[in-house]
C-alpha cells in the first residue's frame, strides 16, 4: 500500500468515529497544553530573570577592580596573587584576551554639583568614549562626550532625586517632590572636594580656607526613562575620560589628585591608576573563562555570571517540577489514546480481518493503526499548541501585574514564554505519544485472525 | 473440458485438522485427498460441521492444517508464514464471502479497488479497473453506492468484482448466495459461472445446499471431515441449466 493510501485510509477511519476521536484528541490537547503552558512558565521566569540581570549590570560584563582592599569583594583569593595596579598598560593586555569585545579603564571622580540652592554629592564615572558609545546607554537627549570638549556629564534617569535642598537639607525622598533642578541648564561643578568643605567649616586646624574655583558643566545628557524606572545605568553620571583628566590636571595642578595614589613624599605618579576598569565579553558563555584569565592576573573581577548560572540551575530544577506536573496530563492522554484504539480494534475486527483476506500485509494493517494514533496524537498537539499561546498570552496579560509585582520584573517581560523550539519539540513528542500509545493495539489488530471475517454474524 | 484435468492447480494429500474442545479432541478433517484441475468450477457440499468450511479455510490458507499437504500453483502453503500467506492470498486468491463482507464506509468501486490498494497500484488505474469489473457483473449505475443503498443481489456482485478485480488464479466463495433469496442466488450463481468460463478460473465454492452445488462441474460430497464421493457433473450441465 502507499503511504497516501495508507495515510487517506486512517483519516477516513478517525473521521468515522468522529466524537469519540474528538473527545479523544481533547485529551491530547489538554495534556499538550498544560505541559507546554507549565514549561512555558519556566522559560518566562529564566527570561524575565535574565532581563532583569540585564537592567542591573549586564550579563556580559565583568568589573575589574585593582587589588586595592576598599575594593574587596569576598571570594577572590587576592592574597596568593600579587596585587597589580590597574593602569594603562594593564587595561591594554585584557583588551587583547579572547572574547573581549572593548574594555575602558573607569575614573571615579568624586565632585559636587550645584544649582540654584541644590546641591548634590557626585561619584563621576569617567570611562572612554569608544566605551559609552559601545555600552548603547539608551539617551533622552544630547550625546556621548567627547575627549576634544569641555567635561560634559551623562546623568542617570534617577540622579535627580540625588540633588538636596541645601537651605532645608530635604531630599526627593523626604519631600515626595522632585527637587526644581534643571537637568538641562548648567551646573557649577566644585574638584577639589577637601577645600570647599575646609572653606565651610575650616580645615584641621580651624583656619579659613578660599573656596575651591567653580567650573561650569553645561550641555549635559540624560538616560532615558522616568523618575520610577530603573536600569543599569540610572544612578551613574559618566564623563569622557580623557576631558575629565584634562580638567582635573587643570583642577589640581601640581597636587595630587583624590583617589590617585601618590609617593611616599606625597607627589603624584606621572601615570594614571584607576581602581576600576569595565570589560564587555561578547558572548555570556565565556565570562566566567574572561573571568578567571583576568582573576589569574592578580586583580579582581565580578560577573554576575557564576550567580545567574546558579539561579538558573535552580529555575531549571522548579521548571523540571512544573513540566513533570503537566506530563500527568498528557499520560492520560495517553492512556485515553491506547483506550479508543482499542475499542476501535475490536469493532472492527471483522473489518480487520476482512482487508486481512483480501491481502492486506501485516505491516500494512499496523501503520493503518499507529498512524491513527499518530493523527490523535499530531491534531491533539497542534491544536494544544494553539490552546498553549492563547492561554499563554491570557497569562502575561492578567498575571503581568502580579508577578511583576512577585519577581521585580517589569510588566514588559511575560512570565509565560514559549520558545519556537518548544512548541516544535511538543508537537513531535505528542506525535511520539500516539504512536507509542497505539503501538499495542496495532501490534494486536496485525495478530487478529482473518478467520474472523468469514465468520457469520 | 478434459485438456485442462492434465493441470491441476491444487493439490491436497492427506489432510488432517484437529480442534481441541475442552478435553475432547475434534476431528474436523480425516484425511482429505484430492487434485482440483485449472479452470474447474468444484463445490464443496455436506451438511454444517461436516468440516467443509475448514477444509477452505486451509486452501485459503486461512487456517494451520494440523497434517498433510496442500500445494497451490506449486507454493506448499501449510509451510508458509502469515505474512507469506497475506502475499500469497494478494497474489493469487480472490474471495467471495456469505455476508458480502464490503466496507460500510466505502461505495462500490472503492470496494472493488479495494484490493488493488493492496497491491499498491494507483488510484486512477485501481478505480479505472474496479468500475471495469462493475460493468462486466451488470453495476454500472449503482457505481457511486455505498452498501447499505444496494440489496443483497447487487451487493454480492460486488463482492464477485472485488474477487475478480486481482485477476486470481482461484475464487474461494464461502457460501456465496447463503444471505440471498433463490432467484437472487440462482442469477449471481449464473454470473460466476459464466465469468469463470469466460476467463478459465478456478472456482472452489462451499455450500449446504444440492441444488447450488449441482453448479459445479465437479461436486465434493463431505461428511465427518472425508470426502464420501466426488460427482462430475460436466455431462449433466445440460440438464442442469434447464432445470432452473
Not at chain 1, 544630547?142 to 560634559?152: A, K, N
Not at chain 1, 558572548?283 to 538558573?312: C, P, R, W
Request: glycine share 8%; net charge neutral; with cysteine.
Amino acid at each position: 500500500m502507499s503511504f497516501l493510501d495508507l495515510l487517506t485510509m486512517s483519516a477516513s477511519n478517525l473521521w468515522r468515529r468522529k466524537l469519540r476521536t474528538c473527545l479523544t484528541i481533547l485529551g491530547v490537547i489538554i495534556g499538550t497544553t498544560s505541559i507546554v503552558v507549565m514549561l512555558s512558565l519556566g522559560f518566562g521566569l529564566k527570561r524575565s530573570y535574565l532581563k532583569q540581570v540585564e537592567s542591573s549590570g549586564g550579563l556580559t560584563t565583568v568589573n575589574v577592580y585593582s587589588g586595592n582592599d576598599y575594593y574587596y569583594w569576598g571570594d577572590e583569593d587576592s592574597s596568593s596573587t600579587e596585587k597589580i595596579e590597574l593602569t594603562d598598560e594593564v587595561i591594554d593586555e585584557i583588551s587583547q584576551m579572547e572574547h573581549v569585545k572593548f574594555v575602558s579603564p573607569i575614573l571615579n571622580a568624586e565632585l559636587i554639583l550645584k544649582q540654584g540652592v541644590y546641591q548634590c554629592y557626585a561619584n563621576v564615572k569617567a570611562m572612554s568614549y569608544d566605551a559609552l558609545e559601545k555600552m548603547n546607554i539608551p539617551l533622552e537627549y544630547g550625546s556621548i562626550p567627547t575627549s576634544d570638549e569641555e567635561v560634559r556629564f551623562i546623568f542617570g534617569n534617577n540622579i535627580i532625586t540625588d540633588f538636596s535642598n541645601t537651605k532645608t537639607n530635604e531630599y526627593y525622598w523626604d519631600t515626595g517632590e522632585l527637587p526644581d533642578v534643571d537637568l538641562k541648564g548648567d551646573f557649577f561643578a566644585i574638584y577639589d572636594t577637601d577645600a570647599y568643605f575646609s572653606s565651610m567649616w575650616g580645615d584641621s586646624e580651624g583656619n579659613k580656607v578660599q573656596a575651591p574655583k567653580k567650573y561650569i558643566v553645561s550641555n549635559t545628557s540624560l538616560v532615558s526613562g522616568g523618575v520610577d524606572e530603573y536600569n543599569e545605568y540610572s544612578y551613574n553620571i559618566y564623563a569622557n575620560i580623557d576631558a575629565m583628566k584634562k580638567q582635573l590636571k587643570k583642577v589640581f595642578k601640581n597636587k595630587a589628585i583624590p583617589g590617585q595614589p601618590t609617593t611616599k613624599s606625597g607627589k603624584p605618579y606621572s601615570y594614571w591608576v584607576y581602581n576600576e576598569a569595565y570589560v564587555q565579553v561578547d558572548d555570556f558563555n565565556y565570562v566566567t573563562d574572561v573571568q578567571k584569565a583576568i582573576s589569574d592576573m592578580g586583580l579582581q573581577a565580578h560577573s554576575n555570571a557564576e550567580y545567574v548560572e546558579s539561579t538558573q540551575k535552580q529555575f531549571s530544577t522548579i521548571q523540571m517540577a512544573l513540566g513533570g506536573i503537566g506530563s500527568v496530563a498528557l499520560i492520560v492522554a495517553a492512556i485515553s489514546i491506547a483506550n479508543t484504539m482499542m475499542m476501535s480494534i475490536y469493532e472492527r475486527t471483522k473489518e480487520i480481518g476482512i482487508i486481512k483476506v483480501l491481502g492486506c500485509s501485516l505491516g500494512n494493517i499496523r501503520s493503518l493503526f499507529l498512524m491513527e494514533a499518530a493523527f490523535i496524537g499530531f491534531i491533539g498537539g497542534f491544536l494544544g499548541l494553539i490552546l498553549s499561546y492563547g492561554l499563554s498570552a491570557v497569562l502575561n496579560k492578567v498575571l503581568a501585574r502580579y508577578a511583576g509585582d512577585m519577581f521585580g520584573t517589569g510588566s514588559s517581560v511575560g512570565i509565560s514564554y514559549i520558545p519556537l523550539w518548544l512548541s516544535g519539540l511538543a508537537l513531535i513528542f505528542a506525535i511520539f505519544v500516539g504512536i507509542i500509545a497505539g503501538f499495542l493495539p496495532a501490534i494486536r489488530a496485525m495478530k487478529l485472525s482473518p478467520l474472523s471475517a468469514i465468520k457469520t454474524e | 473440458m478434459s485438456e485442462p484435468k492434465s493441470d491441476p492447480v491444487i493439490q491436497v494429500k492427506d489432510l488432517y485438522k484437529f480442534y481441541s474442545i475442552g478435553s475432547n479432541r475434534v476431528k474436523a478433517l480425516n484425511g482429505v485427498d484430492f487434485t482440483i484441475n485449472r479452470g474447474e468450477f468444484c463445490s464443496i457440499v455436506g451438511t454444517s460441521g461436516s468440516g467443509k468450511s475448514t477444509l477452505l479455510n486451509m486452501l485459503a490458507g486461512l487456517e494451520k492444517p494440523s497434517k498433510g499437504q496442500i500445494v497451490i500453483s506449486g507454493h506448499h502453503i501449510e509451510r508458509l508464514n502469515e505474512n507469506q500467506l497475506v502475499k500469497f492470498r494478494r497474489e493469487h486468491v480472490g474471495f467471495i464471502f456469505q455476508s458480502f463482507n464490503l466496507l460500510p464506509t466505502m461505495n462500490a468501486v472503492e470496494n472493488v479497488a479495494l484490493p488493488l490498494t493492496f497491491r499498491g497500484i494507483s488510484k486512477k488505474t485501481r478505480l479505472a479497473k474496479a468500475a471495469k469489473m462493475l460493468d462486466l457483473v451488470g453495476l454500472k449505475k449503482q457505481r457511486f453506492h455505498k452498501p447499505t443503498q444496494m440489496s443483497g443481489g447487487q451487493q454480492q456482485r460486488v463482492g464477485v468484482a472485488r474477487a475478480l478485480v486481482v485477476q486470481p488464479e482461484i475464487i474461494f466463495a464461502d457460501e456465496p448466495t447463503g444471505n440471498l433469496d433463490s432467484n437472487t442466488s440462482a442469477e449471481v450463481m449464473n454470473l460466476m459461472k459464466k465469468i469463470v468460463r469466460e476467463q478459465n478460473l478456478t472456482l472452489i465454492m462451499v455450500t449446504h445446499d444440492n441444488h447450488l452445488a449441482s453448479f459445479a462441474d465437479r461436486i465434493f460430497h463431505i461428511r465427518d471431515g472425508k470426502i464420501l464421493k466426488i460427482e462430475d457433473n460436466t455431462n449433466k450441465e445440460v440438464l442442469n441449466d434447464e432445470e432452473i
